[in-house]
């Protein structure tokens, strides 16, 4: 089945400091990626679709200064958080659809900025 | 606009049946299910792609009416393991601007007590 690696699994940073995240497909190729974030006891909010190749497309209320996506190959995307704050503190998640699978997700980073 | 989920939480004994229930404003193209345990990133359940279409796996299994533009997700005989929050994930007709991307709905949590 589709695999999405997604690194790192948590991260406690300092406030006013950058965070990368990656998110991988193994096993196919994804020209769209997805980010997600999700705060406790709610539901995946779709923050930006990165495309391979191109700019993100950012969702409504979503700072692409602070967010930072690159999308640099079929299999890899980035999520940078650019000066975090402790209001940043979410579970990030990616995820990617393979053409004959659902949408399979990372297994997401929880990122804590202290 | 998110999918609304109903009921928001559920409680029952190991054995006993689950229905969740999910419903968009908006027309649908096909409806993706997934469980999320606490602490993880979701896990994929299963994806109805077309309108009347039933499908089940084990012994969870969905139906999508698309002229009522809902779907339901019925969990028999219900196992511990089997609980965890439960997402409706919608895509919208290919024909839309956000096509690609799924918007999730607001969760049903299920316990299962042994």
């Known amino acids: 089945g589709a695999v999405v690696s997604q690194h790192p699994s948590w991260v406690i940073c300092k406030s006013g400091t950058s965070v990368k995240i990656e998110c991988r497909s193994l096993d196919f190729q994804a020209t769209t990626m997805f980010w997600y974030r999700q705060f406790p006891k709610q539901s995946l909010m779709l923050m930006a679709t990165s495309n391979e190749g191109s700019k993100a497309t950012y969702e409504q209320g979503v700072e692409k200064d602070k967010f930072l996506i690159n999308h640099a190959s079929l299999t890899l995307s980035t999520l940078t958080v650019t000066s975090a704050h402790p209001e940043d503190s979410s579970f990030y998640i990616c995820?990617?659809?393979?053409?004959?699978?659902?949408?399979?997700f990372g297994s997401g980073t929880r990122l804590t900025v202290v | 606009q998110q999918p609304v989920q109903s009921p928001q939480a559920v409680i029952l004994r190991e054995g006993e049946d689950a229905v969740i229930n999910c419903s968009s404003s908006?027309?649908?193209?096909?409806v993706h299910w997934y469980r999320q345990k606490h602490g993880e990133a979701p896990v994929f359940l299963m994806i109805?792609?077309?309108?009347?279409e039933q499908k089940g796996h084990d012994k969870i299994s969905a139906s999508f009416n698309e002229k009522k533009q809902q779907s339901s997700l019925y969990l028999t005989a219900s196992q511990l393991s089997y609980s965890g929050t439960y997402f409706c994930?919608?895509?919208?007709?290919?024909?839309?601007?956000?096509?690609?991307?799924?918007?999730f709905g607001s969760g049903t949590q299920l316990t299962v007590l042994p």
């Open positions: 994930g919608l895509r919208a007709p290919p024909s839309s601007g956000s096509a690609r991307q799924l918007t």
């Open positions: 908006k027309a649908l193209y096909s």
């Open positions: 109805l792609l077309k309108g009347g």
């Open positions: 995820s990617a659809r393979e053409d004959n699978y659902g949408y399979t």
